[in-house]
């Protein structure tokens, strides 16, 4: 064969075979590799060495968040149609990086806390079991910002999520355990359901699963294809307002959060909420910026709404009851998923729809940090106090001086008030997305909300400095999860000090 | 006065408000070796005194170095790119209008850490307590130093969580519900004014409070002013108070300690005057005529009201509480200074901030005095104080008497005092109102404001004559403590500057007048 001829077989061949970006695709794959090391390795490892695969899982997840580190420079794409290099099915861009960091850092911390809660739960969860679910799950959150077409973006919202209900439900013989799984399940399984049928209209009426394409052709569909679209639109939006825990599809959220092990209720809170909130604005921003005016004024009512009964859920929770706590966290992570939804509708009214979206990463970037360090203190606290209420904070100042600090600060940067400075200005992307969309009077909404959630934040603050109620008996902390509050501890004060770490995500393009 | 280069005057303005954040956290700290004090109590008390001292001590050379003929410039400025995705910077500084503030507040908490040292109120830890106090004072601070509109909200904001706490944790009764309708009420009303702010700034495109007062900005339309006004001026009456959001105001004062109350009248109050100073007459002027009148009406419906409660609280019977009472009178003062903000001239706006400094003096020295005489006599309620002839504190306690009738009448106005100046160059603004502004309501809110200073003076003296006058008990243990060495200490500073004003006014509106004037000309420099 002649040269020539031989590279034009070749050219032939590589039009015809996808190039595949290994470096781009890393950070999920890396922590879909450590899943499945750990399953197989979990057969040869002795029951006294079992904390190895939760380091091993920690290393992978470390590996997998340093992985992000290379695909800073510029975007990447990859598997993109042979003949049209512009349509991607995977693409690492600055909001790919942004959320899988989100996800992979707080799959991280949830590793951390998750090492105490498998030693103190001796043996009533199976270790590597759990260590290949959790990391599953977050190899498929992690996948999902970076999907570009619809096709990818459930199997990876399903990638993320299946493993998640068997993470609640892992607990031998405990009945509260396998009923929120259950609950979950059901209802997320629908919620699915609805999503794909929506999917399936959009693709009827467009051809197209690329959300670029999607977005283009979406304009000139049939007239008589024209309500099916907007269908398929609002059915295709329901699965991921789920996966945020929106009103109406919360009441799953304080259940499954009570049932489930600690460290997996904060998984759900942070990483979850990251799955949710992405697939949405990806949905939203990128697939379907022409029809802003059906999802726009939704997702600004059901923000309005989600905001409203989530925080009213929290106030209405009796600090006596058993497991109020976590209760309380859960109704708040309702809450809060109504301010990250705020700049999404925004979006839909904005000139400039990157900036608003990137108000939510931002704010989810802080959430994340905050809501994982009260979890994590909450995780410490349950030790000593399985019933996890949230009297059982009172005094704490008392017995652990930083550890109270921390908490209050914590719960400061939720309620967005000095000292919790990157939780004000946090909130304050937010406000000015919606005042800059004209949404006046969602940001009227919001601004009842925040004092009411106030209420509730500076309640359980005041406790901590209470005098204690008897003795607590002192014991020692377990050095990952010590390492989880003080890593969160410091990345809230850094981020205090340094607001623009997170908050550049709301000025720059993100796509 | 001095000559000091600009750069160590940055220094200094920058180290107002940073040292006291750098002394909450020591604060909390162990003791280091050598600074053990007496007990741990005593030591974190003295660090107290120390840092707010400093603070002090950095406020009055910043007075001495401030370039007293160009009091409209800005001086000792700061500016450098703290959040670029919001466009905030920190920018500092100070001109004729926030000098005399930050210098009020400076002294005000100083003597406050000065009383605690020798007074501790009842409560837990005075470790958590001087931290909170420090905060408070970094929080004031703050918001009369900074010159960017999300920065003030920040340090507006900051005050709410230590106040809470002082509050709720060394208050007297009825604490906690006083503490809740503190923040809760202030806290809505910030966050309705951050959304007037984030208007104002992202249709302007700057947060800067000065290019907003200096540049013309077209995009600020009257009908976006209108809403901004709106917006930000409900979130600064709450503060301020404005009747009738000032319901949280009396119960708060109630509750709060000795100091918590000095803090909260002496201070806090005027962040909200300020704000209408500094931020809503320059920035928005047309929004601002708009609402002028209607400012003005609440203003002299705060005066008469605020005098009525005090008068129902002072009549024999009446069960009425004299902190709850000087919290009333001071809606009728803030009254004074809205009325003076609402003439939009420059004689009011000087009125108002002279009020406003008169007030932090007078009735931070009134809870001063209202504290000791709790201390003595175990209680604030009129009656149980007067019994049916008066309490006779001239006779029991000479100058403590003496000096409760000097704040009285130091309150209600008389010449020659503080309390004069300011209210009747807030009436003289009234009078007449800038162009634009109805004279005739503002001739009728002129006359009824008047009026009310009437009023104060009647409740005021009947304050006096039940609580100095009276027949002096016979029986042993009817005598009380006279003023203490150090309450001398803390309570002379505000005399003397209540007089010092008073005789010499000019001392302070030749600092306020040349920058309100360029303020409401269009600009600060």
């Known amino acids: 064969m002649s040269p020539q001829a031989q590279s034009l077989v070749q050219s032939q061949a590589q039009s015809l075979v996808q190039s595949v970006d290994w470096l781009a695709i890393a950070p999920p794959t890396v922590a879909a590799v450590v899943a499945l090391v750990v399953l197989v390795a979990d057969l040869f490892v002795g029951d006294r060495r079992k904390a190895l695969l939760g380091w091993v899982s920690v290393a992978g997840l470390a590996a997998a968040a340093l992985a992000l580190l290379p695909l800073l420079d510029g975007d990447r794409s990859t598997f993109c149609l042979t003949g049209d290099a512009d349509v991607c099915s995977y693409t690492a861009d600055r909001f790919t990086l942004a959320v899988q960091f989100l996800v992979l850092g707080g799959a991280l911390l949830t590793a951390l806390l998750s090492m105490t809660a498998l030693k103190d739960a001796k043996r009533e969860l199976p270790e590597g079991e759990y260590w290949f679910l959790l990391l599953s799950s977050a190899a498929g959150a992690a996948l999902l910002p970076a999907s570009r077409d619809l096709a990818t973006l459930i199997v990876a919202l399903e990638v993320a999520s299946l493993p998640a209900f068997a993470l609640v439900g892992l607990r031998y013989g405990d009945r509260r355990s396998s009923e929120a799984a259950l609950k979950f399940f059901l209802s997320s399984v629908t919620a699915t359901a609805v999503s794909l049928m929506g999917i399936s209209f959009v693709y009827a009426s467009t051809g197209t699963l690329y959300l670029t394409q999607i977005a283009t052709r979406i304009e000139d569909v049939d007239g008589q294809l024209h309500t099916l679209t907007q269908a398929g639109v609002v059915l295709t939006l329901v699965g991921f307002a789920f996966k945020t825990a929106a009103v109406p599809f919360h009441f799953w959220v304080p259940d499954t959060y009570v049932g489930a092990p600690l460290p997996v209720a904060a998984y759900l809170s942070v990483v979850g909420k990251a799955v949710g909130f992405s697939g949405l604005i990806l949905v939203t921003v990128i697939a379907l910026p022409s029809y802003a005016d059906v999802w726009g004024p939704a997702l600004a009512a059901l923000a309005a709404l989600t905001m409203t009964i989530g925080n009213v859920g929290a106030l209405r929770q009796g600090a006596t009851r058993a497991y109020s706590a976590v209760r309380l966290l859960a109704w708040s992570s309702v809450g809060q998923a109504g301010y990250l939804l705020v700049p999404i509708a925004a979006a839909a009214y904005a000139k400039d729809t990157e900036r608003a979206v990137g108000s939510t990463v931002a704010y989810a970037l802080m959430y994340a940090a905050v809501n994982l360090g009260a979890f994590a203190v909450a995780a410490l606290v349950a030790r000593t106090n399985p019933l996890n209420r949230v009297s059982d904070y009172r005094g704490l100042y008392a017995s652990r001086p930083l550890t109270a600090l921390v908490l209050g600060f914590f719960l400061l940067c939720l309620a967005g008030l000095p000292p919790g400075v990157i939780g004000l200005f946090a909130k304050v992307t937010v406000f000015s997305a919606a005042v800059d969309a004209g949404l006046g009077w969602l940001a009227v909404v919001m601004a009842v909300n925040v004092v009411i959630a106030l209420f509730y934040y500076l309640q359980w603050t005041a406790l901590l400095f209470r005098a204690p109620e008897g003795e607590s008996e002192p014991h020692r902390v377990p050095a990952p999860l010590t390492a989880a509050i003080a890593l969160t501890a410091v990345l809230g004060v850094a981020l205090s000090g340094a607001p623009q770490l997170v908050l550049r995500f709301s000025d720059t393009g993100l796509f | 006065m001095i000559d000091i280069s600009e750069s160590v005057m940055q220094v200094l303005l920058g180290f107002i408000v940073v040292a006291p954040l750098i002394g909450a956290v020591t604060a909390l700290l162990p003791a280091p070796p050598g600074l053990k004090g007496k007990s741990p109590e005593q030591a974190v008390l003295r660090h107290g005194v120390t840092v707010t001292g400093a603070v002090l001590v950095a406020a009055v050379v910043l007075v001495l170095g401030f370039d007293h003929d160009q009091p409209s410039k800005m001086q000792a400025t700061t500016d450098i790119s703290w959040i670029p995705a919001l466009d905030v910077r920190i920018h500092l500084g100070i001109d004729g209008i926030s000098l005399p503030l930050l210098v009020l507040t400076a002294l005000l908490t100083f003597l406050c850490a000065l009383y605690s040292f020798f007074k501790m109120p009842s409560g837990p830890s005075p470790k958590a307590f001087v931290a909170l106090v420090l905060v408070l004072e970094s929080g004031t601070l703050a918001t009369f130093a900074v010159l960017d509109l999300l920065l003030f909200f920040l340090a507006f904001e900051t005050v709410l969580i230590p106040m809470y706490f002082l509050i709720a944790r060394w208050g007297g009764e009825e604490r906690t519900r006083a503490a809740w309708k503190f923040i809760l009420y202030t806290l809505l009303g910030s966050v309705v004014m951050l959304l007037g702010l984030l208007l104002i700034g992202i249709k302007a495109g700057t947060f800067d409070m000065v290019a907003l007062a200096t540049d013309s900005h077209p995009a600020l339309t009257p009908s976006v002013q209108v809403v901004a006004v709106l917006a930000i001026g409900t979130g600064l009456a709450v503060k301020t108070p404005m009747w009738p959001l000032h319901s949280w105001l009396p119960d708060a004062h109630t509750a709060a300690p000795t100091v918590g109350s000095v803090l909260l009248a002496g201070v806090l109050l005027k962040m909200g005057t300020y704000g209408f100073v500094r931020i809503l007459l320059p920035v928005a002027p047309d929004g601002m005529s708009t609402f002028a009148p209607y400012l003005a009406a609440f203003a002299v419906v705060g005066i008469v009201y605020g005098s009525l409660a005090c008068l129902a609280l002072a009549r024999q019977g009446a069960k009425g509480d004299l902190k709850r009472l000087i919290a009333y009178s001071s809606v009728g003062h803030m009254g004074f200074v809205l009325l003076g903000i609402a003439s939009m001239t420059p004689t009011g706006v000087n009125g108002a901030l002279f009020a406003n400094i008169a007030h932090g003096l007078i009735t931070g020295l009134l809870f001063f005095l209202v504290g000791a005489l709790k201390d003595r006599t175990g209680t604030t309620d009129l009656d149980t104080l007067a019994q049916a002839t008066g309490a006779a504190l001239y006779g029991r306690a000479p100058r403590l008497g003496g000096l409760l009738a000097f704040a009285a009448v130091a309150s209600l106005g008389l010449p020659g005092l503080a309390g004069f100046w300011g209210e009747m160059l807030a009436l003289f603004g009234a009078f007449d109102p800038a162009d634009g502004l109805s004279r005739p309501a503002f ?78 000309a269009g600009g600060t420099r």
Do not use: H, N, S
């Open chain 2, 443 to 520: 001739l009728t809110f002129t006359a009824i404001a008047a009026f009310g200073t009437l009023l104060t003076a009647a409740y005021l003296l009947v304050v006096v004559r039940r609580v100095c006058m009276g027949a002096t008990p016979q029986e042993e243990g009817a005598r009380l403590t006279d003023v203490r060495a150090y309450e001398f200490a803390a309570w002379t500073p505000l005399v003397v500057l209540t007089v010092v004003t008073g005789l010499w006014p000019k001392t302070l509106l030749g600092l306020t007048d040349p920058a309100v004037q360029q303020l409401l």
